[in-house]
């Protein structure tokens, strides 16, 4: 069964202070993976989208990077802000079936002033 | 005006009752999607329909219906809302291409007492 798991669930930083949230995954086979932003209250949106033969990719403060081999990804947040608060939802896509899209639960980060 | 709307945003219903959720969007996708969100458990996928004659159900189909009634138009129905229903539900769209960007409506916060 395809499956994307992230960490940490949830987590508590200072503003202006550099983090990393984890995405491993075990989809197969592997088309492309994304890292949606969720707002609180709101829909999510993307900010990055990997493929297979990409190994870091960047969007302003954001960085993510996907170690194809081991399965992981991670989204590096460099001097954060007040505004970075919010969900970070991993999406892995699938070759093959209909649909394809296995979601991750997110982690869900908090930036204290 | 947005890409992807939805209505209501908010819904408080009984137990029993039909609740009707609808999406439309102007981005002329032919995909579009729909999602239930609930605390910890992330986004999981109710149907999706790739375009106005296909419908297909997702992870968690059963007690809803869908109509594709247009390319730009999406709904959800709740035949006899229950309890656990209660839940944040997005739409999405997306063009054909496998793996492609999501982009999500605002949300509907459904509460079935």
């Known amino acids: 069964k395809n499956q994307v798991e992230q960490s940490p669930q949830s987590l508590i930083i200072l503003e202006g202070k550099n983090c990393t949230l984890q995405c491993n995954y075990t989809v197969s086979p592997f088309s492309n993976l994304r890292w949606y932003k969720q707002d609180t209250g ?6 990055t989208i990997m493929t297979f033969s990409e190994n870091t990719k960047s969007n302003g403060r954001y960085t993510a990077t996907l170690d194809a081999d081991t399965k992981q990804s991670s989204l590096h947040i460099t001097a954060s802000q007040l505004s970075d608060s919010a969900s970070y939802i991993c999406v892995v896509s699938a070759g093959g079936g209909a649909d394809g899209l296995t979601f991750g639960k997110g982690t869900h980060l908090i930036i204290q002033p | 005006d947005a890409d992807v709307t939805q209505t209501p945003r908010n819904r408080i219903t009984k137990t029993g009752k039909r609740i009707m959720l609808e999406c439309s969007q102007t981005k002329g996708h032919d995909r579009m999607y729909w999602y239930r969100q609930d605390p910890g458990l992330g986004l999981r996928l109710i149907y999706y329909s790739f375009d106005v004659k296909d419908i297909n159900k997702g992870e968690i189909s059963d007690g809803y219906s869908v109509s594709r009634q247009a390319q730009a138009k999406f709904s959800l129905s709740l035949e006899s809302a229950i309890p656990n229903q209660t839940a944040l539900y997005f739409c999405a769209t997306s063009d054909h291409q496998r793996g492609a960007e999501q982009f999500f409506g605002p949300g509907t916060r459904l509460t079935v007492l």
């Open chain 1, 42 to 47: 709101r829909g999510p949106v993307s900010l």
